[in-house]
């Protein structure tokens, strides 16, 4: 198939490309400026936010990435948000020519459910902008789905960690690239938001772009799918921290800080996509997560 995948140079997206690639599909990679691409990879400049900049295609497929995703900066410009992530995929539909869309999408569209591990039937709830702008996102795509222009997947991923191709993850937001930057020395310490108790679940991002794969090539115009990307188990944040610090052998202080208001568990149920797609995570054990993100970070020319 011939596919393009928007936010090719970022940190899921690049290692979408580059899954796709090695699966034998043509692929071109939504840049919006100069930026690193896997082999195999052609690079096409153009901006969401300008449909006039738009490859038009033809496309067999199409897996959209391109999205802002930091939750708590949502807070403060909500409104860049939507644009982004709503516009942005809105723009998409409307301007490039395809049959088939696999949408990234998160597990922030949930809220913080009581019901644990979280199954697509939980109905949305998100609590903030990030999540809100992304179910938006999903209800575009879906009901485009549903006019039968396109077949389309929704991908909801939790938290999405470790490296392919030697390159780290950039968002020292997120809990294991900040751990890790403590590790090496690139920080003092890890603040942790009381006493390390919550749960959280950690995805590869070389099992999450497998997934996109199999959904890219399994769904048909005119369906719509909803799948859980996730192992459906979860770690503690001191857990987290305790195998940081056996897989790197080096400390990493923290300091705890007052309780967040945050949801004690937050894991997914993925049995879905494993039936629909036979797809399983190969790869996203916390040691070999940990492991893999520290050997990015630290390579000679990291």
């Known amino acids: 198939m011939r596919v393009l995948v928007t936010g090719a140079a970022g940190y899921v997206g690049y290692a979408v490309g580059r899954r796709l690639v090695a699966a034998g599909h043509e692929v071109d990679g939504l840049v919006r400026r100069d930026a690193e691409v896997p082999d195999g990879v052609r690079p096409v400049h153009g901006d969401l936010l300008d449909p006039g900049g738009l490859p038009e295609g033809p496309y067999d497929g199409?897996?959209?990435?391109?999205?802002?995703?930091?939750?708590?900066?949502?807070f403060?410009?909500?409104?860049?948000?939507?644009?982004?992530?709503?516009?942005?995929?809105?723009?998409?539909?409307?301007?490039?020519?395809?049959?088939?869309?696999?949408?990234?999408?998160?597990?922030?569209?949930?809220?913080?459910?009581?019901?644990?591990?979280?199954?697509?039937?939980?109905?949305?709830?998100?609590?903030?902008?990030?999540?809100?702008?992304?179910?938006?996102?999903?209800?575009?795509?879906?009901?485009h789905a549903r006019t039968g222009a396109i077949g389309a997947v929704v991908l909801r991923t939790f938290n999405v960690a470790g490296s392919?191709?030697?390159?780290?993850?950039?968002?020292?937001?997120?809990?294991?690239?900040?751990?890790?930057?403590?590790?090496?020395?690139?920080?003092?310490?890890?603040?942790?938001?009381?006493?390390?108790?919550?749960?959280?679940?950690?995805?590869?991002v070389d099992d999450l772009a497998a997934a996109y794969v199999r959904a890219l090539e399994a769904v048909r115009p005119g369906e719509e799918r909803v799948y859980n990307v996730g192992t459906g188990t979860g770690a503690a944040v001191h857990e987290v921290v305790a195998m940081t610090r056996k897989v790197t052998g080096r400390?990493?202080?923290?300091?705890?800080?007052?309780?967040?208001?945050?949801?004690?568990?937050?894991?997914?149920?993925?049995?879905?996509i494993v039936d629909g797609l036979g797809w399983r995570p190969e790869r996203s054990a916390l040691p070999d997560i940990i492991a893999d993100a520290w050997n990015a970070l630290i390579r000679p020319d990291g």
């Open 76 to 143: 403060d410009v909500p409104l860049r948000y939507f644009t982004t992530n709503v516009q942005g995929t809105v723009n998409l539909l409307e301007t490039v020519d395809t049959a088939r869309v696999v949408f990234g999408s998160t597990a922030a569209v949930y809220g913080t459910p009581e019901r644990q591990p979280i199954p697509e039937s939980e109905t949305p709830a998100p609590t903030g902008p990030y999540g809100a702008s992304k179910l938006a996102a999903e209800h575009a795509v879906r009901f």
């Open 251 to 272: 400390p990493v202080p923290t300091l705890r800080r007052p309780p967040a208001p945050e949801a004690p568990v937050l894991v997914g149920d993925a049995r879905a």
């Open 62 to 74: 199409v897996c959209h990435l391109a999205a802002l995703t930091r939750v708590r900066e949502s």
């Open 164 to 204: 392919v191709d030697g390159r780290a993850d950039p968002d020292e937001t997120r809990l294991i690239p900040k751990a890790l930057a403590v590790a090496a020395g690139h920080a003092p310490r890890l603040e942790i938001n009381g006493d390390g108790r919550a749960v959280r679940e950690y995805l590869h």
